[in-house]
């Protein structure tokens, strides 16, 4: 068909043509994951979300386990050590050491009975020489010496405060275990001779073990509950002689390292009651000896 037998165009067909034209479209607005028409499950919810922005913590629906809390190391227990009994070890084992001599007087304030020597002792000739022995340390805090006195003033004690020391067995051992409960026994007459020659106004016993073998022997049996330390009746006074009534006797807790079975306010407190009874003694007789200078 050639130009001359088209017609012309019209303005009907122009408006027509306009349909035709192209046109930049609008952006479509999406809608955010809420507003979706289809439900969303919780397990893709979490990942649309995760794709479109990051999201705070504190926002998210997804609760992180939290990490274990810091457990502190527990601390592990010091085992105590403890020596075990040796059980009895005759004479013989331990005669190659020295005995210990008795620090003793008349008319001594008290007299110490302690159970027998123990190896530093014996070998340095001086009584409670172990460093773990509280006996020096409880005759200060106690009031029964009025300063802290040491091992190597054993001998002193008569002259110097009116104190005595002995033992219920002479011989030495490592511990109270290696002797015998017989020779235990046996020590019991020398230490009522001993009241009665010296005449002491008190004696101290210094352990449970050594008033069991006291009782033991004078009555027949053992002391069971009527145990009780501090001041016994004058029932149990040693070495009564005719018109003298005997020493009065205490029972004090064990001074060893070794005796762990009262706490030392327990300890201190029953040494305690020994000392202020030697207290009040001793100015008695300081008052009594300056009436006689007069």
């Known amino acids: 068909m050639d130009d001359q037998s088209r017609e012309p165009a019209t303005f009907k067909g122009r408006l027509q043509l306009d349909a035709f034209k192209y046109t930049k479209a609008e952006p479509t607005r999406r809608n955010p994951p809420r507003a979706a028409s289809s439900p969303i499950r919780p397990d893709t919810a979490i990942q649309t979300k995760s794709e479109d922005a990051p999201q705070s913590p504190s926002l998210s629906p997804q609760k992180h386990p939290s990490p274990p809390p810091a457990t502190t190391p527990k601390k592990k227990k010091k085992k105590k050590r403890t020596r075990q009994a040796t059980g009895y070890a005759p004479p013989s084992t331990y005669a190659h050491l020295p005995l210990l001599p008795d620090a003793i007087a008349p008319n001594l304030l008290v007299l110490f009975v302690g159970l027998n020597p123990g190896i530093r002792t014996a070998t340095t000739g001086h009584a409670y020489n172990h460093p773990s022995n509280l006996f020096w340390k409880l005759m200060h805090t106690s009031g029964v010496t009025p300063r802290r006195c040491y091992a190597e003033e054993d001998r002193q004690m008569p002259a110097l405060y009116s104190l005595g020391l002995t033992n219920i067995v002479a011989r030495p051992t490592r511990n109270g275990s290696e002797l015998s409960k017989a020779e235990m026994d046996d020590g019991v007459a020398l230490l009522e001779k001993k009241a009665r020659t010296y005449r002491p106004e ?93």
Not at 238 to 262: E, K, N, Q
């Open 202 to 294: 008190s004696m101290c016993v210094v352990g449970k073990s050594i008033w069991e073998s006291i009782w033991r022997v004078r009555h027949g049996s053992n002391v069971g509950k009527q145990f009780r330390y501090g001041w016994q009746d004058e029932r149990e006074n040693m070495g009564v002689d005719g018109d003298w009534g005997g020493a009065r006797v205490f029972v004090a807790s064990s001074t060893s390292g070794l005796a762990a079975t009262l706490g030392p306010a327990e300890k201190e407190r029953i040494w305690g009651e020994l000392g202020a009874w030697v207290r009040t003694r001793r100015a008695e007789r300081e008052v009594a000896e300056t009436k006689e200078d007069d």
